[in-house]
């Protein structure tokens, strides 16, 4: 499955494409347009996602509508993945580590693209005032990253007492964990 995966530059533009907009459909020629490839090379390697069942197809208007089987075996594992190699946030997440001890650092919201109460979460001993300019300096396109920063103890409290956003926030499978010292913790929640 994996050498099904990567073994072409047109397919990996096509998993890239399809998987950081999961709820999008495309057409061929579109697709062509959007990735500058031949429509050849992206037929053949949509034929060959949807073969494996990362893809699905439907007609409309007697165009051909691509779009993402988030059903298929390895979704989430693959969209971290490549949320991860394309997001270029980890100079922000090295700024973010050195400001304190960070036990456990969440990204979401802004950084995956979609709506969420907050884009970060931070855990651990750190200046929050630092964190605060560390952030402005990184805000995307004028967007403010909002941040939800507690120490250790305030959220194993949380955890414990089932907090509905500290519960949300780990139990989503999107989210991308930068950090994590408390794994034995978290994973007593998600058991």
Do not use: C, W
Not at 39 to 45: A, W, Y
Not at 126 to 136: C, F, Q
């Amino acid at each position: 499955m994996l050498k099904a995966l990567f073994s072409s530059k047109t397919r990996v533009k096509l998993l890239g494409t399809f998987l950081m907009n999961p709820d999008q459909e495309y057409f061929i020629r579109e697709l062509t347009r959007k990735l500058d490839e031949q429509i050849n090379s992206i037929r053949r390697e949509l034929d060959n996602l949807r073969k494996i069942g990362l893809l699905k197809t439907r007609t409309r208007n007697r165009k051909k509508y691509f779009f993402t089987n988030k059903e298929f075996v390895i979704f989430n594992e693959l969209r971290d993945m490549f949320l991860k190699a394309n997001n270029n946030d980890s100079e922000l997440i090295h700024q973010i580590t050195h400001l304190g001890e960070v036990d456990l650092l969440i990204l979401t919201g802004m950084f995956l693209g979609k709506e969420a109460p907050v884009d970060l979460l931070v855990v651990g001993e750190i200046n929050a005032e630092s964190l605060r300019k560390v952030l402005s300096e990184n805000a995307k396109d004028g967007k403010e990253i909002r941040f939800t920063a507690m120490n250790k103890r305030d959220f194993l409290y949380r955890l414990e007492m089932k907090d509905k956003f500290i519960h949300e926030l780990i139990t989503d499978e999107k989210v991308i964990v930068a950090v994590n010292k408390l794994k034995k913790e978290l994973e007593k929640v998600k058991a």
